[in-house]
């Protein structure tokens, strides 16, 4: 079973950056789409962003466009999301999973990193 392992997560005040990282302990997943994915209190979790395996095709949800950017490191077998001019309706636990047509396409979620966003 893959272990998704995601932190970076913490507290910071609207307007401001944090950057996420996303690897898998003990399996490679360069061939997959990678995705964030974010679940705040008492919402369904809901998908971010996505990067191809080659990184060379993005998506992103409408209402992260033009603040966060997703990367990947194939030779680090690290997924990362910038994520710049937070919102505190941002706040969430933020999870990394292979993707597919925007839902998680096979395995289990991670821990998750919390993000907070203070107004």
């Known amino acids: 079973q893959v272990q998704w392992v995601e932190s970076g997560g913490g507290l910071v005040q609207a307007g401001g950056s944090l950057r996420l990282s996303c690897t898998a302990a003990g399996r490679t997943f360069m061939r997959y789409t990678m995705g964030w994915f974010r679940q705040a209190p008492e919402k369904e979790r809901e998908f971010v962003a996505s990067?191809?395996?080659?990184?060379?095709?993005?998506d992103y949800a409408d209402s992260v466009k033009g603040r966060f950017t997703i990367s990947r490191d194939n030779a680090k077998n690290t997924v990362y999301l910038q994520m710049n001019s937070l919102k505190v309706e941002d706040t969430a636990v933020y999870y990394c999973a292979p993707t597919s047509g925007r839902v998680m396409a096979f395995g289990s979620w991670g821990r998750g990193t919390q993000v907070t966003v203070s107004s």
């Open positions: 990067v191809t395996w080659n990184g060379g095709s993005t």
